[in-house]
């Protein structure tokens, strides 16, 4: 019970300090699950519904972080990117091969 509680109070806190976060999380981790759901079943809904929300919260993230003023690029910026680049190669994968 307590383990709960505190995951409902950091959940709580992140909604409270910093929203955006808390969406760009949830997608990332829908979309994780969403590709785990795909590599079951191999149904092409799942993989493109991944895909879109994979590329919508690294969008989300790299406009967040474009507009905090840094002298180098942060990890979740480089991160983001590479995951964005991934996820439009998934695309042009589907798009093109299939």
Do not use: K
Not at 1 to 27: A, D, G, K, V, Y
Request: charged content about 15%; proline content about 5%; aromatic content about 10%.
């Amino acid at each position: 019970m307590r383990r709960w509680r505190s995951f409902w109070h950091t959940i709580e806190f992140m909604s409270q300090e910093n929203p955006p976060q808390l969406i760009e999380t949830l997608m990332l981790a829908l979309s994780m699950v969403l590709f785990s759901v795909w590599i079951g079943q191999e149904q092409l809904a799942f993989l493109l519904l991944g895909l879109v929300l994979t590329v919508g919260a690294c969008a989300s993230i790299l406009v967040r972080e474009a507009l905090i003023p840094a002298i180098r690029p942060r990890p979740t910026q480089v991160m983001a990117t590479l995951l964005m680049l991934v996820s439009l190669y998934g695309f042009a994968d589907l798009l093109f091969v299939r």
